[in-house]
């Protein structure tokens, strides 16, 4: 999904801003949306005071959290690769 926020000058001021993610908006993207959003507010909440006004960009880590979450309610689960196929995905001397 991905997204951006702004923090204003007014720390009771933020716009955040989604990038689209799917054409008609059904609620399996929007609720993912959702969550971005929230997340993006607590940060602010919790780092008030502190953050300069400019767009901040979602953490890949806060998006990948947010769909593992997704899928997990789905009961869907990720393989994790192995150090031998993260190896053959990164190397250009295998594979066709």
């Known amino acids: ?42 940060f602010l909440v919790k780092n008030r005071g502190t ?9 890949p880590k806060m998006d990948k959290e947010i769909a593992r979450l997704k899928l997990a309610a789905m009961g869907v689960t990720i393989d994790r690769l192995t150090g031998e196929q993260k190896k053959y995905l990164s190397s250009w001397q295998e594979g066709t």
């Open 1 to 42: 999904m991905g997204g951006k926020f702004h923090a204003g000058p007014q720390s009771h001021r933020c716009a955040i801003r989604q990038r689209k993610a799917a054409e008609g908006h059904p609620a399996e993207v929007m609720d993912m949306s959702f969550a971005n959003q929230a997340l993006a507010a607590e």
């Open 51 to 59: 953050l300069n006004v400019k767009v901040y960009t979602i953490s």
